[in-house]
C-alpha cells in the first residue's frame, strides 16, 4: 500500500489529472465533502487530503510515502525529503517588492542599516537579506501581505507573485526574484528503500508524460 498526500484546490484538481495520465485513478477526491482519506483497495493505494504547508511533514513522519506541494513550501521548511520530480504546473515566483514611488538611490537595502520585511515566507526572506548582506527585520504575516508597505509596518514583502497584478493594484513594483516555484513531487527517504519498486516505477511514469 502507497500513501500519498495532496493538498486541496487548484493542485489537487492537477494533480488527480497527471496521476490519471499513468493509470492511477483518484476518483472522489474532488467531490464535496469532508472526507480526508480515500482508499483504492484495488490500486494498493491511499490517499490524503491536507493542508498544504503540512504535505511536507506528513511526508518526512511517513505518514504518506509521496506527497504534492509548491516549491514556495519545500524552500520555507527546508524538510529532509527527496524530490525528484517537477510537475511542471502551479508556476509562479517568489519575489521581493517594496513601493513603487521609491527613487532609484532610496531604493537600494545595502544602503541602509535596517530594514524591515513581511512575508509568509521568514526563512527564506531570512536566508535571502543574509545572503546580500542586509540586516534584515523579518515580520511574519499570514495573508494580505501586499498591506505591510502601504501601512507603514515593513519597506518590503516577500511573497508569491503570478501576473503581478495585485502588486500593481496596490502601488508596488518587483525588486528581485528569489526563486520560480512551481509544483514538486516529494518521497519519504525510508519509503523510497522499502518500497523503491513501486515508487521508481510512479517516477518513471510520470516522467515520461511530463
Partial sequence: MLTIAIPKG?????SIELFGKIGIKLTGMLDDSRKLIFDYPDQRLRALIVRA??????????????????????LEQGKDLYEPLD???????????????????????????HIRVATKYPSVAQRHFS?????????????????????GL??????????????????LVEVETIAEI?????????????????????????????
Fill in 154 to 171: 515593513a519597506e518590503r514583502i516577500v511573497d508569491l507573485v503570478s501576473s503581478g497584478e495585485t502588486l500593481r493594484q496596490n502601488g
Fill in 182 to 210: 512551481t509544483t514538486r513531487l516529494v518521497v519519504n527517504r525510508a519509503s523510497l528503500k522499502t518500497k523503491h519498486t513501486r515508487i521508481r516505477g510512479i517516477i518513471d511514469d510520470l516522467e515520461k508524460i511530463l
Fill in 10 to 14: 487548484r493542485i489537487l484538481e492537477e
Fill in 131 to 151: 545572503a546580500i548582506g542586509v540586516q534584515a527585520e523579518i515580520i511574519k504575516l499570514y495573508g494580505s501581505i501586499e498591506l505591510g508597505p502601504l501601512v
Fill in 53 to 74: 504547508t503540512d504535505v511536507p511533514t506528513y511526508v518526512e513522519y511517513g505518514c504518506a510515502d509521496l506527497g504534492i506541494v509548491g516549491k514556495d513550501t519545500l
Fill in 87 to 113: 510537475l511542471k504546473f502551479g508556476y509562479c515566483r517568489m519575489v521581493v517588492a517594496g513601493p513603487a514611488g521609491l527613487t532609484a538611490v532610496n531604493d537600494d537595502p545595502t544602503r541602509w542599516s
